[in-house]
T-cell receptor, first 114, second 112 residues
Framework: GAGVSQSPSNKVTEKGKDVELRCDPI?????LYWYRQSLGQGLEFLIY????????KSGLPSDRFSAERTGGSVSTLTIQRTQQEDSAVYLC????????????FGPGTRLLVL | QKEVEQNSGPLSVPEGAIASLNCTYS??????FFWYRQYSGKSPELIMS????GDKEDGRFTAQLNKASQYVSLLIRDSQPSDSATYLC????????????FGTGTRLKVLA
């Protein structure tokens, strides 16, 4: 596709349930990032994938959060046993490899945990 | 100290004025610097990128980088109400990684 796509666009779930968020990066982009943005806040880095290298997971807030990237393309962010504080917009971005390459953001998934 | 710092604002300027947005960063080895604009409820979109000291102009936007002082700024000339948004500063290449580090953003209001 022409841009980064994410699904679902909105997700409402009950506390304690697991959710999966999907990101489809721009074709050819080997770098993929997940961020979380709470209402009125800045971007919180979660995880970064670069090609076949081990992902940088330093931003994941707890072991309830995990992400994988299959075949160097699509990525899934999984949140287990969701809590109300997990409610936020989850943004995915991709870029070409190398320093200084522009990140392109997807439209985000708005997660609401009741 | 936060890695990338911005004044949260809001910064209010009258229509037609120059808006000046500032950002400081802590890691001296940072190599690439970006300004993103984010409208309420939307995703960030790139406005400017800058890699070397000095000014870079693109239309009404000018990015300024001073690596010695570790700051990067964005000037918006002839500000328009449509420029009202949150402006995010991002730094890439800190500590030898490709990770982007974002500031919390400055909210700009252009008053008609």
């Amino acid at each position: 596709g022409a841009g980064v796509s994410q699904s679902p666009s909105n997700k409402v779930t009950e506390k304690g349930k697991d959710v999966e968020l999907r990101c489809d990066p721009i074709s050819g982009h080997t770098a993929l990032y997940w961020y979380r943005q709470s209402l009125g806040q800045g971007l919180e880095f979660l995880i970064y994938f670069q090609g076949n290298s081990a992902p940088d997971k330093s931003g994941l807030p707890s072991d309830r959060f995990s992400a994988e990237r299959t075949g160097g393309s699509v990525s899934t962010l999984t949140i287990q046993r969701t809590q109300q504080e997990d409610s936020a917009v989850y943004l995915c971005a991709s870029s070409s490899p190398g320093l200084g390459e522009t990140q392109y953001f997807g439209p985000g998934t708005r997660l609401l945990v009741l | 100290q936060k890695e990338v710092e911005q004044n949260s604002g809001p910064l209010s300027v009258p229509e037609g004025a120059i808006a000046s947005l500032n950002c400081t960063y802590s890691d001296r080895v940072s190599q690439s610097f970006f300004w993103y604009r984010q409208y309420s409820g939307k995703s960030p979109e790139l406005i400017m990128s800058i890699y070397s000291n000095g000014d870079k102009e693109d239309g009404r936007f000018t990015a300024q980088l001073n690596k010695a002082s570790q700051y990067v700024s964005l000037l918006i000339r002839d500000s328009q109400p449509s420029d009202s948004a949150t402006y995010l500063c991002a730094v890439n290449g800190a500590s030898g990684t490709y990770k982007y580090i974002f500031g919390t953003g400055t909210r700009l209001k252009v008053l008609a």
